[in-house]
């Protein structure tokens, strides 16, 4: 992959190292929120909508598989081991961790201006046409705009602002929701989702559309080059066309 300056120059920086940190925190926690949800999802597989749901209440949809308790209709005649005492405490753990590196994030990135730096995009990118463009160039298959190497396009930047800033909260919103605890503290923040059960149903979706994210995100840097984009990831650097193999 190459860049747009001269083959002498030396190392460039792309990420700063809180960018770098926050990152890797978050991919972890993102993770691990990932294997505990699935197996609280495996406990009880069927959502309802409203404030109440439970094995005798007809659900709003529900996920064909196994459960791992046997006081759950699945139609399944076997039982997963049940997993959910760790899962959950896991669960929790993990999302406070990535609650508070969200946080640290977002300030740190307001106060150094990283988000009107690097991801809001300019004004001239504001347009249908340069993310049509974009999108063609993905189904193309073409190579990666150099330009890529030292910023993001557009569709990246917007789609980076909208996990940021929409979706993150969201599913920490609907997570929080489902606590007694935030429910007794705060019961209008979880009356604007519909109740406790719609919140869960909601943050089912949001976070299958974080995941969803991910797998593209992970497609788009194989496509970039893996390596690379790897080590730019944990270095803070892009390398010279001079150093890059």
Do not use: C
């Not at 926690?29 to 439970?54: D, Q």
């Not at 598989?65 to 669960?91: E, F």
């Not at 961790?97 to 201006?113: D, E």
């Not at 919140?199 to 788009?220: D, E, K, N, P, Q």
Request: hydrophobic fraction near 45%; glycine fraction near 6%.
């Amino acid at each position: 992959m190459s860049v747009t300056s001269s083959p002498s120059m030396k190392a460039a920086k792309r990420h700063t190292a809180l960018v770098r940190i926050t990152h890797w925190i978050t991919v972890i926690a993102f993770l691990t929120l990932l294997v505990t949800g699935v197996e609280i999802v495996i406990s009880h597989p069927r959502f309802y909508w409203g404030e109440t749901g439970n094995s005798g209440t007809t659900p709003l949809f529900k996920i064909p598989i196994p459960s791992s308790r046997d006081t759950v209709p699945t139609g399944y005649n076997y039982v997963w081991p049940d997993q959910n005492g760790w899962s959950r405490y896991l669960h929790f753990e993990a999302a406070w961790v990535l609650v508070i590196t969200g946080l640290i994030y977002v300030i740190a990135g307001l106060i150094t201006r990283h988000f009107a730096r690097n991801l809001v995009p300019a004004p001239a990118d504001r347009t249908s046409h340069a993310f049509r463009e974009v999108f063609e160039r993905y189904l193309r298959r073409a190579p990666p705009d150099p330009a890529e190497s030292r910023a993001y396009n557009v569709v990246q930047r917007t789609a980076y602002l909208s996990v940021i800033f929409v979706f993150f909260p969201l599913v920490i919103w609907t997570g929080l929701a489902l606590s007694p605890a935030f429910d007794s503290a705060v019961p209008a923040a979880v009356d604007l989702l519909g109740g406790r059960q719609s919140a869960r149903t909601l943050h089912f979706f949001v976070s299958g559309f974080l995941l969803l994210f991910l797998v593209i995100h992970v497609v788009m840097i194989i496509h970039a080059g893996f390596w690379g984009r790897m080590r730019d990831m944990i270095t803070g650097r892009i390398k010279s066309p001079s150093e890059r193999t």
